[in-house]
């Protein structure tokens, strides 16, 4: 069924599907919609899941924030979300873009279990000299 709901001022659609005892949350890739998932939404939905399939602000059917947003932005829409719900230890599937907002979600709240399907991972901060010795003069 499509949702929607106000997190942090933008509206954020989403469908929230079946009534399993466990849920797992579907985040797509960068320039995508909850659409690309559908697939997966079937068959969790035929596994007895719980199913919510989120466009990501600015893609989809949701609000583009007024500024850039980076995986902190999203990760932090996803936790909101979460909380809203109600929803206790998600499994998380991500895919691409998804997959870095799920790493960063499962490094900070708990999970059930996270599922990457052609994720993106998380940067390492590297400094100056890293990036310098890289060079080969």
Same mark, same amino acid.
């Given at each position: 069924m499509d949702k929607e709901t106000r997190l942090e001022g933008l509206k954020? *659609?989403?469908?929230?599907s079946g009534k399993g005892d466990k849920t797992i949350v #579907?985040? *797509?890739g960068w320039g995508c919609n909850h659409t690309t998932v559908a697939s997966i939404e079937a068959v969790a939905l035929s596994c007895g899941y719980r199913v919510i399939n989120v466009d990501f602000p600015g893609f989809g059917e949701s609000e583009e924030p007024a500024d850039v947003w980076g995986v902190e932005q999203y990760t932090r829409q996803i936790e909101a979300l979460v909380r809203e719900l109600g929803i206790v230890r998600p499994t998380l599937l991500g895919h691409s873009f998804g997959g870095r907002v799920?790493? #960063?979600y499962s490094s900070r709240n708990p999970v059930d279990k996270l599922i990457l399907v052609d994720a993106a991972g998380i940067k390492p901060k590297r400094s100056l000299n890293y990036y310098l010795s890289l060079i080969h003069i």
């Open positions: 954020l *659609h989403y469908t929230d #579907l985040m *797509h799920g790493i #960063l």
